[in-house]
């Protein structure tokens, strides 16, 4: 899944916007679905999708995993223009 087609999904859009505005928070698929207001299965697949979209960094533990945004600067910058124009004026 490319950075485009992540921005296609609602689910993906929400956990993005929401790591994007709390940059240095560390949270599990339970908490993040709390967040986002979705299905904990469906946010822990999309949670997935961006550690490979490298959007998401995954700190694996025995009992949960917890997933904080990419320190990426570019990749920040990139992701802040496309969250501005999705936004509704």
């Not at 950075?3 to 859009?13: A, E, K, N, P, Q």
């Not at 505005?21 to 949270?27: G, K, L, Y």
């Not at 550690?51 to 533990?61: G, N, P, S, T």
Request: aromatic share 6%.
């Amino acid at each position: 899944m490319d950075i485009d087609d992540i921005f296609r999904s609602d689910i993906h859009c929400k956990i993005v916007a929401f790591f994007h505005e709390n940059q240095a928070s560390i949270d599990t698929p339970r908490g993040v679905a709390t967040w986002v207001g979705e299905e904990r299965s469906k946010v822990k697949l999309a949670l997935e999708d961006l550690v490979k979209a490298r959007i998401l960094v995954a700190h694996r533990a025995t009992s949960t995993t917890g997933y904080s945004y990419t320190s990426d600067s570019k990749l920040i910058a990139r992701i802040g223009r496309i969250l501005k124009k999705l936004k509704p004026a």
